[in-house]
């Protein structure tokens, strides 16, 4: 049997279990979907910082473009992990946030494969790094560096003068 891969990638599945790995990594805090949102980009292409680890999927032409409809598919993610009891929602006066759960631990502790783990050990980097940010710090290094990543992809194929007809 042939196993199709587009089915996984960004999918609620996939998005569900990085935002696990951040609030697992990120626990007690909870955070809302626009920290969760950014956490999701710099976990997936964690190479975009200065000295950030290699990233879990290889760089894409254009990704910065993925910052912009990730949030929907975060959002089905997160249904999927609350559904099974390893996210909960916290509704406080500050807004909607999301936790792991004490099931999360215990999850994440039975994922071997190399993928989960590698997406584990991101997910702590990137907290250790910007937990300590507000989210309007971390949304302005986003938005400026936007024009740029992704766009080194395209520059390079111009300097080889690939996108001529």
Do not use: C
């Given at each position: 049997?042939?196993?199709?891969?587009?089915?996984?990638?960004?999918?609620?599945?996939?998005?569900?279990?990085?935002?696990?790995?951040?609030?697992?990594?990120?626990?007690p805090n909870a955070y809302d979907l626009e920290r969760l949102t950014y956490y999701d980009y710099l976990v997936v292409h964690?190479?975009?910082?200065?000295?950030?680890?290699?990233?879990?999927?290889p760089k894409a032409p254009h990704r910065s473009g993925e910052i912009l409809v990730r949030?929907?598919?975060?959002?089905?993610?997160?249904?999927?992990?609350?559904?099974?009891?390893l996210i909960e929602v916290d509704y406080s006066d500050s807004g909607i946030k999301y936790i792991a759960t004490e099931l999360s631990t215990l999850f994440l502790d039975s994922l071997q494969s190399n993928c989960a783990?590698?997406?584990?050990?991101?997910?702590d980097w990137v907290v250790r790094?910007?937990?300590?940010?507000k989210n309007e710090i971390i949304r302005k290094l986003i938005y400026k560096n936007?024009?740029?990543?992704?766009?080194?992809?395209?520059?390079?194929?111009?300097?080889?003068?690939?996108?001529?007809?």
């Open positions: 049997m042939k196993f199709n891969t587009s089915n996984i990638f960004n999918s609620p599945i996939e998005t569900g279990l990085r935002s696990l790995t951040l609030l697992e990594a990120g626990y964690s190479d975009d910082i200065d000295d950030g680890p290699n990233s879990i999927h949030r929907p598919i975060i959002e089905k993610g997160l249904l999927v992990m609350i559904s099974r009891g783990r590698n997406m584990i050990a991101k997910a790094k910007f937990d300590v940010q936007l024009n740029v990543w992704g766009g080194e992809l395209t520059t390079e194929s111009y300097a080889r003068d690939e996108n001529k007809r």
